[in-house]
């Protein structure tokens, strides 16, 4: 399992990152954390799998507006929203989008059919997707540390549960084993 996540760790990471993200990379900070990945690397696999598939998804809400809006038809008014709000707040929006639920899927296309001009949206997605890939991924490393504490405690307190069922046990087996004797005797 371990040559596993290493040999295809970064990959699956980049790719879960196009796609969605927030789930991947804090599964593969947390894997960074007990030592099977490099935090830096995942870092750098959760950015560029981001950033590339929010430009992708820029360029076709930019180009295939009728494709979106067909895809996305359950979700018309929330794009209407969205765009109405980054007439006011573009380059807000831009840069917190993806730190936001449920934003994330169509903000990229919502944003390419707006009409914000490609090197604004670059560069904003950039800076946006380094502080994302930052910021998240260090929060699934320390994550990672806290899980590790509450399971160290976790097995402090099953050594503790054991100890008093196995005394349970014995105490159970010897009055059993007391009550025969007694049931013998008579």
Known sequence: MENLIAAYGYIIIAIGTFFEGETVLLVGAFLAHQKYLNLYFVIFAAFSGSFTGDQLYYFIGRTKSGFVQKRFIKSQKRIERFQQL?????????????????????????????????????????????????????????????????????????????????????????RKLIRKRNLNKI
């Open 86 to 174: 980054l007439k006011k707040y573009d380059i807000f929006i831009i840069l917190i989008f993806r730190f936001i639920y449920g934003l994330r899927t169509i903000a990229p296309f919502a944003i390419g059919m707006s009409g914000v001009p490609v090197l604004k949206f670059f560069i904003l997605n950039l800076i946006s997707a380094v502080l994302w890939a930052i910021l998240i991924g260090l929060l699934g490393y320390y994550f990672g540390h806290t899980v590790e504490i509450i399971i160290g405690d976790l097995k402090k307190i099953e050594i503790v549960f054991s100890a008093i069922a196995g005394l349970i046990i014995i105490i159970f087996v010897i």
